[in-house]
């Protein structure tokens, strides 16, 4: 009976330690304020002149401008952004 509790409180700290683990992993953009980001409105309409359609724009947990859509070659796209200096973080095309 010991060995068979000792396994169970072994498996329930392996679930607890599982369960408070993050699910996914963050893109992190930037650390500075808000105030030194671009505009949401102008990037965006810098991105459509560099060709993206944008589906959907959103700001990250990780402080990046976040764009679902397609780019110039009619690839669907998810694109994450630097904020401040607009440079792509991480890109995934579809």
Known sequence: MKSYSMFAMV??????VAAC??????????VAPMSDWQDQA???LQLVEQGYDINEFKVTEGNCY???GTDKDGNKVEVYFNPVDGK???SETH
Do not use: R
Request: include cysteine; charged fraction near 20%.
């Open 11 to 16: 498996v329930m700290t392996v679930g607890l």
């Open 21 to 30: 683990s993050p699910a996914k992993d963050v893109t992190q953009c930037t």
């Open 42 to 44: 102008e990037f965006q």
């Open 66 to 68: 976040e764009i679902y």
């Open 88 to 90: 792509v973080i991480k």
